[in-house]
């Protein structure tokens, strides 16, 4: 119990420090939430998430959806008119909870562990490992079925992977850092 | 002309990106045949690597800009210091891995200044020239294309002053005549917090200027910087396609019948899932979705194969007209 505390402690520190030393200029007037496009899924809003930080409260955070399901559109930190950059926070909060292996769901969680295995060995991103993967790991076997066959009509997409020349360095890339 | 000749002289470092090669292959032929028509010089990065996207930045930032100053470095040994950048998310990451690296920026934290020497440090020992001045520019299309409004303007009316050659060809000049576009510019591109900010973050009118010059009048748009629900269209489909249902419902709620986006990823939700949208909202929408470089193309006399129309999954409804309306003669 003792340890989880203290990467806690930790993750609210960095973010004084490093990301968002203004985090508790938020006077909640809720202009990030008002914006935000897929508020009405989130478990927290995000003028929520900025209090559990004040509040100490980060492990709560990693277990509810709203940092997971952020696409980054940066709403948020672009109208706070106190200048919180919540999507950085947003953000930092999902590197902290892949890095201590917290990332909660799994869907997205298996999508950007595949997307990365396939960087690291081909260099590039290749759609249909990456679709085929996904949807065996997720068990969503006919997800996406109509697209892929669209797609394969039109012949929008290659069949074979490319191999990049140096792909060497980009494996070492991925691997160092994650 | 002095313009175009100084053009030519330092190539443009062009960077297509993942998508680009594979399912928004339209976009890149429409993009680069656009470029060639503007007589605007540049190549492609040699090897270039995928920037990581989404999965990348969500689970590291180092990795996010390594796997970025790699391209940035690799146009640098071509001699290229701006690089074009179609795709908005490729354009973000290398945006921010510019600012990481570029030597004249003063306005870095700390903990920024951290970070670019290790990348720095990481690239020195994968043997490249990371000791020299460092100054990359990186563009998005649409910034690119409205700082280069006038050679588009230039190109447009000589067109128009060659009149007994057919400039614009019949099927494309019916395509432009019918148009009633609206401009979606995607949420990211001018709010990210590591992008030029070229344009207003809410209420951006870049896209319709550059139409403009063309003679393109856009309808205004209530949802032009709403997000279409991203990479969640593989993970949490019902988001995405309830967020791409509200952007096609606006933009017929403007009076449009199509809409005009430059991020393959928007066309990806908004074209190739629009019969997904259809059959889990029981609607019937049939609202084709463009990219800017196609219908610049086309007004500036490419053709329907040069552009890649037949690549659109909704297919663009056209009318046999009897005139053909005058500006396109």
């Known amino acids: 119990m003792k340890i989880e505390d203290s990467y806690l402690e930790k993750i609210k520190e960095e973010i004084l420090t490093i990301i968002e030393p203004g985090i508790y200029y938020c006077y909640q007037c809720g202009k990030c939430t008002a914006g935000c496009p897929i508020s009405y899924v989130y478990e927290y809003q995000p003028n929520e998430i900025i209090r559990l930080i004040q509040l100490n409260k980060i492990n709560v955070i990693f277990n509810s959806n709203s940092i997971y399901l952020c696409t980054s559109c940066e709403i948020c930190s672009s109208r706070c008119p106190q200048n919180v950059n919540i999507a950085a926070i947003m953000n930092y909060l999902r590197i902290k909870s892949w890095h201590y292996k917290r990332f909660k769901l799994k869907r997205i969680y298996n999508f950007y562990k595949i997307f990365l295995k396939i960087i690291e060995k081909f260099g590039r991103s290749f759609e249909p490992l990456l679709i085929i993967c996904l949807n065996f790991l997720n068990k969503t076997f006919f997800n996406d079925f109509d697209s892929a066959l669209k797609i394969l009509k039109k012949r929008k997409i290659k069949i074979i992977p490319e191999l990049l020349k140096n792909r060497k360095e980009v494996s070492f890339i991925i691997k160092k850092y994650s | 002309m002095n313009n175009i000749e100084q053009k030519n002289q330092k190539p443009i470092a062009y960077y297509p990106g993942c998508s680009l090669n594979s399912t928004a292959i339209d976009f890149n032929i429409s993009v680069k045949n656009l470029l060639k028509i503007l007589k605007i010089n540049f190549k492609e990065i040699k090897d270039w690597n995928c920037c990581g996207t989404t999965p990348a930045h969500n689970t590291s930032s180092e990795m996010s800009i390594a796997l970025s100053a790699r391209n ?210 029981k609607t019937n929408y049939n609202i084709p979705i463009y990219y800017i470089s196609q219908i610049l193309g086309l007004a500036l006399g490419l053709s329907y194969e040069d552009v890649m129309i037949n690549k659109l999954f909704i297919k663009p409804e056209i009318k046999k007209l009897k005139q053909v309306n005058f500006q396109y003669l």
Request: proline share 2%; glycine share 2%; aromatic share 10%.
């Open chain 2, 72 to 281: 940035l470095f690799l146009a640098k040994n071509m001699g290229c210091d701006e690089i074009i950048c179609p795709c908005v998310s490729c354009y973000c990451k290398l945006f921010e891995a510019s600012f990481i690296l570029n030597s004249n920026i003063t306005s870095r934290s700390e903990f920024e200044k951290k970070k670019r020497e290790e990348i720095l440090n990481l690239f020195k020992n994968m043997g490249f020239d990371t000791e020299s001045e460092l100054n990359f520019k990186v563009y998005s299309i649409v910034e690119f294309l409205y700082k280069n409004r006038d050679l588009i303007r230039q190109k447009f009316s000589e067109n128009k002053i060659k009149n007994n050659n057919i400039v614009i060809y019949e099927k494309e000049k019916e395509l432009l005549t019918q148009l009633k576009p609206v401009c979606y510019y995607g949420c990211v591109l001018l709010r990210a917090e590591y992008s030029t900010k070229f344009d207003n973050a809410e209420n951006p009118v870049s896209m319709e200027e550059i139409l403009k010059t063309v003679d393109i009048k856009s309808k205004n748009f209530r949802f032009k910087t709403e997000c279409c629900g991203a990479i969640l269209s593989l993970t949490h489909k019902e988001i995405a396609l309830k967020l791409s249902k509200e952007i096609l419902d606006a933009a017929l709620e403007a009076g449009a019948n199509s809409i005009i986006v430059f991020c393959p990823l928007c066309q990806q939700n908004l074209d190739l899932r629009q019969t997904q949208i259809n059959k889990h909202f």
